[in-house]
């Protein structure tokens, strides 16, 4: 799609063309991209459905996932609907401000999810080098005020971002070669210095992924050291087991992280291929990470097994419905974590 030049002052609208270059097949690209985002959905879900309802589920580790879930949700929902109208129904335009919004929230929720990884890997740690510890340190408290701090982080930081993009006022063109708003994509449209946007983006991706990469790295690396000293090599394995899901989900989000942002910035990659890297590590992180949590935590797999038998009981008559079968929590994605929370607390006063 050929750009023209129509500067303007504080525009109203932008365009956005999706993926430059494969504007005649996007239709078709947007296929593989909906199923993720189907499979991001049922998978989310089913854990804000499971780690409520399953007492055995409701410890730090489990909190930290179900934070997880929340906000690959928040992920999808703020990047699934307006790329899809533009993939399938050739929706382009929305007001600049819906723009800064989407883009707030997109790179709000992305150093989101760095922070819960950070919080998980810091869990592990203290799981595996001190066990007996491990209830004292991380109490319900603490795991609010952690998943508080990570909100915060990366709710200031991106709102400093969007404020520094709301003073550029004079762009060269409305038409974002992108599509989603994505910060860089925004600000190459400016027809003014944009230094200070350019070095602060820098600034805040490196201080949530690469402040989170390397401490992860510290705690895997303590993590790795403490289960190779167990003298038994069955408490190797299981302790090494309790981490396989976490490795896999940090290695699949940085890789993609950094990937996606060094090729964008220092790379010399066509638009299209930086652009479905971008959207890739946007959308399938939220749709591996319940699967590969499923498949590795015996509670949640043995939870969607029963929920699926029982329906399928419910169906043919053999178990009568009610809700001592099948507890759950009704409500948003927060009243389901705001239950975990609670349900934390009350266990660990039982216990005490």
Same mark, same amino acid.
């Given at each position: 799609?050929?750009?023209?030049?129509?500067?303007?002052?504080?525009?109203?609208?932008?365009? /956005?063309?999706?993926?430059?270059?494969?504007?005649?097949?996007?239709?078709?690209?947007?296929?593989?991209?909906?199923?993720?985002?189907?499979?991001?959905? @049922?998978?989310?879900?089913?854990?804000?459905?499971?780690?409520?309802?399953?007492?055995?589920?409701?410890q730090p580790m489990?909190?930290?996932?179900?934070?997880?879930?929340?906000?690959?949700?928040g992920l999808c929902?703020?990047?699934?609907?307006?790329?899809? %109208?533009?993939?399938?129904?050739?929706?382009?335009?929305?007001?600049?401000?819906?723009?800064?919004?989407?883009?707030?929230?997109?790179?709000?929720?992305?150093?989101?999810?760095?922070?819960?990884?950070?919080?998980?890997?810091?869990?592990?740690?203290?799981?595996?080098?001190?066990?007996?510890?491990h209830s004292a340190?991380?109490?319900?408290?603490?795991?609010?005020? /952690?998943?508080?701090?990570?909100?915060?982080?990366?709710?200031?930081?991106?709102?400093?971002?969007?404020?520094?993009?709301?003073?550029?006022? &004079?762009?060269?063109?409305?038409?974002?070669?992108?599509?989603?708003?994505?910060?860089?994509?925004?600000?190459?449209?400016?027809?003014?210095?944009?230094?200070?946007?350019?070095?602060?983006?820098?600034?805040?991706?490196?201080?949530?992924?690469? &402040?989170?990469?390397?401490?992860?790295?510290?705690?895997?690396?303590?993590? @790795?050291?403490?289960?190779?000293?167990?003298?038994?090599?069955?408490?190797?394995?299981?302790? &090494?087991?309790?981490?396989?899901?976490?490795? &896999?989900?940090?290695?699949?989000?940085?890789?993609?992280?950094?990937?996606?942002?060094?090729?964008?910035?220092?790379?010399?990659?066509?638009?299209?291929?930086?652009?479905?890297?971008?959207?890739?590590?946007?959308?399938?992180?939220? %749709?591996?990470?319940?699967?590969?949590?499923?498949?590795?935590?015996?509670?949640?797999?043995?939870?969607?097994?029963?929920?699926?038998?029982?329906?399928?009981?419910?169906?043919?008559?053999?178990?009568?419905?009610?809700?001592?079968?099948?507890?759950?929590?009704?409500?948003?994605?927060?009243?389901?974590?705001?239950?975990?929370?609670?349900?934390?607390?009350?266990?660990?006063?039982?216990?005490?």
């Amino acid at each position: 799609m050929e750009m023209p030049n129509t500067s303007s002052l504080d525009p109203p609208m932008v365009t /956005l063309i999706g993926i430059p270059g494969l504007e005649h097949v996007q239709f078709w690209i947007g296929f593989p991209f909906c199923a993720l985002c189907i499979v991001a959905l @049922l998978g989310n879900v089913l854990l804000l459905i499971i780690i409520p309802s399953e007492r055995s589920l409701h410890q730090p580790m489990y909190v930290f996932l179900a934070v997880l879930a929340a906000n690959d949700l928040g992920l999808c929902a703020s990047i699934a609907p307006k790329m899809l %109208a533009i993939f399938w129904f050739s929706a382009c335009t929305m007001t600049f401000d819906a723009c800064l919004t989407q883009l707030f929230f997109i790179h709000a929720l992305q150093g989101m999810e760095s922070g819960i990884l950070l919080a998980m890997a810091f869990d592990r740690y203290v799981a595996i080098c001190n066990p007996l510890r491990h209830s004292a340190v991380l109490t319900p408290s603490v795991l609010g005020q /952690l998943v508080g701090v990570v909100a915060a982080r990366a709710i200031i930081l991106v709102s400093v971002v969007s404020v520094l993009l709301q003073r550029l006022h &004079f762009f060269h063109s409305t038409i974002v070669a992108h599509s989603y708003c994505e910060h860089m994509a925004v600000v190459k449209l400016a027809a003014v210095d944009t230094r200070i946007n350019k070095a602060f983006g820098l600034f805040v991706a490196f201080s949530i992924l690469g &402040f989170d990469m390397v401490f992860v790295l510290v705690s895997y690396t303590l993590i @790795l050291q403490a289960i190779f000293r167990l003298p038994q090599k069955e408490a190797r394995i299981k302790a &090494f087991n309790t981490c396989t899901a976490h490795i &896999f989900v940090f290695l699949e989000f940085y890789v993609l992280a950094f990937f996606s942002f060094f090729s964008h910035r220092f790379g010399h990659v066509s638009p299209y291929v930086h652009i479905l890297l971008s959207t890739i590590y946007l959308l399938v992180p939220p %749709a591996l990470n319940p699967i590969v949590y499923g498949v590795k935590t015996k509670e949640i797999r043995v939870r969607v097994v029963r929920m699926f038998l029982l329906e399928r009981g419910r169906k043919k008559g053999i178990i009568p419905s009610g809700p001592y079968f099948l507890p759950t929590f009704h409500g948003s994605p927060a009243h389901s974590i705001a239950a975990i929370f609670g349900n934390y607390g009350k266990r660990r006063e039982y216990q005490s």
